[in-house]
């Protein structure tokens, strides 16, 4: 028995699987261990990581096997799961144990409501903890790392690439407003750059706008966007899953203008106003222009 | 070529949501529903790629039988037929059983290509398109913003990566791929297609015809609002008092101004 963490070369949140995997073997009592691809091995691929960390698992008996939920961890550990009739329990943002069993708590519907899933069944049990849920300690306590090296593979990968230069750099902007589905139709996008003239700041957006061509693609925060901490970061109409929240958490100060208390991104926010955007936001411009002019 | 696309049927977005008394899912009274939005996108790629190579796109869809109507809404907008697994509205299968379920209902058809959404808006797994092809036995490849089809017989996509990266990858058909939602422009039903959806073949498979689903191995036991862990400083009244109250905590107190 043991918690065995799977390591992401190179990726900043393998610390967090690390940190929350020694959480979960202190708390269950049983030894961490670790896993890594070995250096100069054969490039990630689904079918190749599959099948070394199935052998890796099979030999190492964990009943815990602790991932960061990484595109990479989502591309190939609900694979792994299956192999051993398991379910990844996957974007883990926290968990108990009574009397040596786990629970862990996930979100659903979008960061609106938590669940606690308990694991059935015998080990090993499969999950991935979302990103900032455990935050890294600055001791790696040494452990001996199980190196696998992965096999052939169905799929063949082509080296990263990035889309043409960005000609916008949010990450330098001090003051950022930003847009989200809640401004309903492109037509409106004037009331939001209103407000980011008003306050000299860029203008930024999450997914759902850039996907559907209501802003470019450089102007996207979050998880495939870019990573931004001003230190004014106002959240107009955004409900603040976590996918946006990682881009934009580092922000000094967050104001998030929502007609749903409940939105998750007042989880987040230093200030807020509830309310109708198309009300709140120009009263906001008239209220910074008239102190403007005096 | 045929094609399949997994889509799922999930509460319209911005619904009033609230935790059921059971304390173990969302109170489903006068809810209305609208297809999980990048399965919307999965179906448009479908559809674009039946209009390059020709062939047939059968969508597919789990759950109980207000699931018709999103399957409707995708026969509307131009798939070929479909296929309704019915679910007991109390079951509680989870991943592993669903993809079981779907990987049952897709044996006999024998798709060349098989797309689904990366991600549920409601359970937010993220994992069914990969359980599912380890179940068909068939390589995939996630989060897929490009397909391109090559010779009939093999992929090259556009994966996204993280941070603003993407790389291409190549596989041999059939496969699975998780289709990330922006990567086409979403077409609307037009009115022939709703006219025409209604004679087109819509099969039920009750679950039960399908063979036997695995135990679950994971058990969602209580759902709950989050607590509250910080307290943002909300202003509320008229918009112009709130709008003067912010901009004052922003200047003096946060002095971001
Ligand atoms: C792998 C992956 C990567 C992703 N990467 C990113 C990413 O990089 N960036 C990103 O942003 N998302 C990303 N997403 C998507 C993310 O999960 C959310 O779907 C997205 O962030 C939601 O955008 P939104 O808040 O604008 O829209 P919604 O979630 O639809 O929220 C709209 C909000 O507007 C509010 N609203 C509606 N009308 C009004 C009004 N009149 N006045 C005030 N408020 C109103 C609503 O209450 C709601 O809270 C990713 C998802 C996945 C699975
Ligand atoms: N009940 C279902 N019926 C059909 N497809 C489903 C179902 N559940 C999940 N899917 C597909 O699997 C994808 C990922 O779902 P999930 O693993 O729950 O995040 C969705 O976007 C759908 O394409």
Not at chain 1, 197 to 221: F, H, K, T
Not at chain 2, 66 to 88: N, P, S, W, Y
């Amino acid at each position: 028995m043991s918690v065995l963490v799977i390591l992401e070369t190179g990726h900043r949140m393998s610390a967090e699987a690390w940190a929350a995997g020694r959480q979960f073997a202190e708390a269950l009592g049983v030894p961490l261990r670790a896993a890594a691809p070995a250096e100069g091995a054969a490039p990630y691929t689904p079918d190749g990581y599959t099948a070394a960390l199935e052998e890796l698992i099979r030999r190492v008996a964990p009943s815990l096997v602790v991932f960061a939920h990484t595109y990479q961890t989502r591309d190939y550990a609900p694979k792994l799961a299956t192999r051993f009739g398991r379910v990844l329990i996957s974007d883990v943002i926290a968990a108990g144990f009574e009397n040596g069993a786990p629970v862990f708590v996930r979100q659903l519907f979008q960061g609106k409501f938590n669940a606690d899933i308990r694991p059935a069944g015998d080990g090993p049990h499969f999950v991935s903890i979302q990103a900032g849920a455990f935050p890294a300690t600055a001791d790696a306590a040494a452990v001996d790392i199980e190196t696998f090296t992965p096999s052939a593979s169905r799929q063949k990968s082509e080296a990263p690439f990035r889309e043409s230069a960005r000609e916008v750099d949010l990450t330098a902007a001090p003051i950022i407003v930003s847009v989200g589905r809640g401004i309903k139709e492109q037509a409106n996008i004037p009331v939001v750059e209103k407000l980011a003239q008003a306050l000299g700041a860029e203008l930024a957006a999450s997914r759902p706008i850039c996907d559907a061509g209501w802003l470019p693609m450089e102007r996207q925060v979050g998880s495939s966007g870019q990573t931004v901490s001003p230190k004014l970061y106002v959240a107009v109409g955004i409900s603040g899953a976590i996918q946006h929240l990682v881009g934009m958490k580092g922000s000094k100060t967050v104001v998030a203008i929502n007609q749903d208390p409940n939105a998750p991104i007042f989880e987040i926010a230093d200030y807020g106003i509830v309310g109708d955007l198309f009300e709140i936001v120009p009263a906001l411009v008239a209220e910074i222009d008239k102190s403007k002019s005096p | 070529m045929k094609i399949a696309v997994a889509i799922k049927q999930v509460p319209l977005r911005d619904s009033p949501l609230r935790v059921a008394a059971s304390g173990l899912w969302i109170d489903e009274a006068n809810l209305s529903y609208e297809i999980n939005e990048p399965d919307a996108y999965a179906l448009e790629e479908a559809l674009q790629l039946r209009e390059k190579h020709g062939g047939e796109v059968v969508v597919l869809c789990a759950g109980p039988e207000r699931v018709g109507q999103t399957i409707r809404e995708a026969l509307a907008k131009g798939a070929d037929r479909a296929i309704h697994v019915e679910l007991d509205s109390g079951a509680s299968l989870d991943t592993l059983g669903i993809a079981t379920l779907l990987a049952a209902a897709l044996k006999s058809e024998a798709a060349d290509l098989i797309l689904t959404g990366l991600q549920s808006d409601d359970f937010g797994y993220g994992q069914t398109g990969v359980v599912l092809a380890e179940l068909l036995g068939v390589p995939h490849s996630t989060i897929i913003m490009q397909v391109e089809v090559r010779d009939g017989n093999s992929l090259r996509v556009k994966r996204e990566l993280e941070d603003g990266w993407f790389q291409h990858i190549e596989m041999p058909l059939p496969a699975v791929l998780t289709i990330q939602s922006g990567g086409n422009k979403l077409r609307y039903a037009t009115l022939m297609g709703i006219k025409k959806a209604k004679t087109k073949e819509l099969k039920v498979l009750k679950a039960a015809d399908l063979g036997a689903t695995p135990p679950a191995s994971v058990v969602l036991e209580k759902l709950y609002s989050p607590h509250k862990s910080k307290q943002a400083q909300i202003f509320s009244g008229d918009p112009k008092t709130a709008a003067a109250q912010l901009l004052e905590k922003l200047r003096f107190e946060a002095r971001v101004l």
